[in-house]
């Protein structure tokens, strides 16, 4: 059985940094992406960043420049380090793989369990 299980998250001051992290588990061949979304009280979730494997990488407007996301294939591991926080990227973060292949073959839609961010002004 896969799980994605987030870390990092936390409170901390506007301007500062956080690095999520997010670790697929479970008998994986191969992952076809990772990605981030988030989700602030009241509204609907929305994509953060995502990265295909070994393609081009897609960020929402509000983090560019300030977001990075990252993969180590080999750790089935997907990061987001985030720089500049502001206090509008307070949300739960999911960690989200649309397709994951594994001793049981292909399955679909994982996500994490989230993990809360909070920037305080």
């Known amino acids: 059985q896969v799980q994605l299980v987030e870390s990092g998250g936390g409170l901390v001051q506007a301007g500062g940094s956080l690095r999520l992290s997010c670790a697929a588990s479970g008998s994986i061949f191969s992952i076809s992406a990772m990605g981030w979304y988030r989700q602030a009280p009241g509204k609907q979730r929305e994509l953060v960043a995502n990265m295909p494997s070994g393609g081009r990488t897609n960020y929402a407007d509000s983090v560019k420049g300030r977001f990075t996301i990252s993969r180590d294939n080999a750790k089935n591991t997907v990061y987001l380090q985030m720089n500049s926080l502001k206090p509008e990227d307070t949300a739960v973060y999911y960690c989200?793989?649309?397709?994951?292949?594994?001793?049981?073959?292909?399955?679909?839609?994982?996500w994490g369990q989230g993990t809360q961010v909070t920037v305080s002004s």
């Open positions: 989200y793989a649309p397709s994951i292949y594994t001793t049981a073959g292909w399955g679909y839609n994982y």
